[in-house]
């Protein structure tokens, strides 16, 4: 009877820990279906869990779900975007992604001129204030501000006040988005645009001109994380924030790779010093 009733009880020990989060891993590697090159920063999310990671600079990937059964999109720049079984992403299994084409409008402004002074579009502060961080430790989560576009401009350069960081490598990923009706779109540069920075506090510098990149109407520009230096995190990431217009005030998170934008539910009626340099087109 005793030892009926200890094979009953590590039946159900064994079944709840089969049932418990993070009990079932996927791995691999993610390639390139045409040349077998190993595709970086890949966005791998599940989307039901608010669930997400980043593949490595050299594809490889990790990550511990609740079951077998969950539904994992991996997406990135210039591919098609898949769906995957987690059944199928375990013991070390090797992705490949198809490249998307993109035909994209071509954009002629050679007989058209531009202001010769450059102009700002967005916040930059004069002295150190509040700041804010990641709103998620997530690889793939992203912070951002909205910036108020009226006029057509030619973009030229993006900046980011940077408050603190640990760790000697910063990296993130630029993301511009399209922002209409209180709603994020689709991203307008359709390149990978990787920020490898230090932790020195101040202003990242992003040349933006090879782009060509022209703006008509409001923006998301956001900062992905898409790195853990040296296990730090995080937590320690910050950048700088004033108050913002009232038309476009706060900031903007996205837990990690496949989660919606939602504003952040503290500093409302602060902005990220998140700036353009742009050229008016006349």
Not at 93 to 113: A, F, M, N
Not at 145 to 174: C, M, P, W
Not at 241 to 253: E, L, M, S, T, Y
Request: hydrophobic share 35%.
């Amino acid at each position: 009877m005793r030892s009926k009733q200890l094979h009953t009880t590590l039946f159900f020990i064994l079944f709840l820990a089969s049932s418990l989060p993070g009990q079932y891993k996927i791995n691999g590697r993610i390639l390139n279906e045409e040349t077998g090159l190993s595709i970086p920063y890949v966005n791998i999310a599940v989307p039901e869990l608010s669930l997400g990671t980043v593949s490595d600079k050299n594809g490889y990937f990790e990550m511990e779900l609740d079951n077998r059964s969950r539904r994992v999109i991996m997406s990135s720049m210039a591919y098609i975007t898949t769906d995957f079984r987690a059944s199928d992403l375990a013991f070390g299994k090797t992705v490949y992604l198809r490249k998307e084409t993109y035909s994209l409008p071509q954009i002629d402004i050679s007989s058209r001129r531009l202001r010769s002074l450059p102009r700002r579009l967005g916040l930059k502060n004069r002295s150190r204030g509040p700041s804010a961080g990641f709103g998620s430790r997530q690889l793939g989560t992203e912070i951002g501000t909205i910036i108020d576009v009226t006029g057509e401009y030619l973009v030229q350069s993006a900046h980011f006040i940077l408050n603190h960081a640990k760790g000697d490598s910063l990296l993130f990923r630029l993301n511009i988005y399209d922002y209409k009706n209180s709603q994020t779109g689709e991203k307008l540069i359709k390149e990978d645009i990787i920020i490898n920075t230090g932790q020195t506090k101040g202003t990242i510098d992003i040349d933006l001109s090879e782009y060509n990149l022209t703006i008509r109407d409001d923006i998301l520009m956001s900062l992905e994380w898409i790195d853990d230096d040296k296990g730090l995190g995080n937590t320690d990431i910050s950048f700088d924030c004033k108050r913002g217009k009232r038309r476009h005030r706060g900031i903007f998170i996205k837990e990690t790779s496949g989660a919606d934008f939602k504003p952040m539910s503290y500093r409302k009626s602060l902005s990220l010093c998140f700036y353009l340099m742009v050229k008016e087109i006349l």
